[in-house]
């Protein structure tokens, strides 16, 4: 059985939460040339999902995005970032077998009229984190919380394959306008770690030349007077992001072309 | 007295619309190197808004906004981007004033729990069409409907200066990843008219080289064997847009640096 204070949820969130309105995180994770996206899996079932969940009554968004995260996957303190909003009419009807699955779950037959069976509007949140430096851990709803590779996604309730589609062209388009990677890369890389980073959220090849040339002349990036072993005759220079006008340029805005 | 479809708006609205969901339109008007916001002044009140209104229960989002700005001001056709959602939970808290004002419209007292006073999360949409082709009107609920500069915008009510702000960076933005001036520049135009487009949108300089030849090097635009005559000894080369590659690249995006 359910646990009590899912029992509560679904008998009593028409009083806590905003009803038609929910939030999906789409979660990227980077490491070594791999992009991934965190999924659930529904209890007792074999249905994968966003981690996503409802807006408390005096909630902000941003608010919302990072305490729905934090719960249902454990993850805190990622830069989350609104992209947009789905809105579908039909984008959530749940089928008439989810239901019953829910109603077993429940031990209680749900209202037609039921908040939950509401249509609703989705905000789409997304970030990227480095996956081998956090350890998603799935709620009382899910049974696995996993990594899954962008190019091996499932397919997923609702509309939330195309919430990820939707998410990585965001993020695509948002690596030309604004920096990355002060997260998901070493304290001090070489230049081949960076382009590395940007050639697999691209998914395209970049010149090996002109792409460093343009992160050093916006400053977002500066060379050190240091250099890193990693073989006989392999001793590339180090890198570090300029933190101020790292900053500076996710504020304002910067333009990437390359 | 307010007319008889706007009090069962009010009265009946709570069955025809989503609860806690509207959506605001930001409608910027280009023409000679200005740059405008079309704005609604509230019917027997010297209240501006931006042009705004509710989400039917079977329509889409997009198809909600297209709706909605032709109801409230007449325009139709614009080409309207989705670009935030705004749901800071006192955004839409309207004053006892305010809701006097309304009563007193109504004849008839709100409830506390009325639809209209819920907190309600609204969704942004923008668009830029050329503002001396299109001739908006008030509609029921308004005494105006008129264009303003952007630099001379009045305090509006919510948080609609902050929507305006948003709206102008996703504009400026957008640009430097999607084509503009298709509906905004003469089928044929002149390279200093595309530059003052830009130039004005971001509202700095652009190189007079650099520019134009970004704009041929994507092949956004082409240079036709055609010359304006604007003058004694002034006839500078037509050129127009390569509509094939302006729509792939509205679709795709691209990068503009310049």
């Known amino acids: 059985m359910i646990q009590d204070n899912n029992v509560d949820f679904v008998h009593n969130g028409d009083k806590q939460f905003l009803h038609h309105l929910s939030i999906d995180c789409v979660i990227f994770g980077y490491h070594e040339r791999q992009l991934k996206v965190l999924l659930l899996k529904w209890k007792h079932s074999d249905k994968w999902s966003l981690p996503g969940g ?3 009554l005096n909630e902000t968004l941003d608010e919302a ?17 609104q992209f947009h909003t789905f809105g579908e009419p039909a984008r959530s009807v749940r089928s008439a077998a989810d239901v019953k699955h829910l109603e077993t779950i429940l031990e209680a037959p749900m209202a037609k009229d039921h ?8 905000i789409g949140y997304y970030s ?3 996956y081998s430096q956090v350890n998603p851990q799935p709620d009382l709803l899910s049974d696995e919380c996993s990594w899954h590779d962008i190019n091996a996604i499932p397919k997923l309730v609702f509309d939330h394959n195309l ?74 220079f180090l890198y570090k992001f300029d933190k101020r006008k790292y900053d500076k340029a996710l504020k304002e805005g910067m333009v990437l072309a390359f």
């Open 54 to 56: 409802f807006i408390k």
């Open 65 to 81: 995005a990072a305490r729905i995260l934090s719960e249902r996957t454990g993850l805190a303190e990622l830069f989350l970032q």
């Open 115 to 122: 908040w939950l069976l509401k249509r609703t509007v989705s």
């Open 128 to 130: 990227v984190t480095e």
């Open 163 to 236: 919430i990820v589609t939707e998410a990585l062209k965001a993020l695509r388009m948002q690596i030309y306008i604004q920096p990355i990677g002060y997260n998901l890369l070493p304290q001090k890389f070489t230049l081949p770690e960076i382009h590395d980073l940007y050639e697999t959220i691209l998914n395209k090849e970049l010149d090996r030349r002109n792409f460093p040339k343009k992160l050093l002349s916006l400053g977002i990036i500066k060379k050190l007077d240091e250099q890193k072993s990693i073989g006989a005759h392999r001793s590339p």
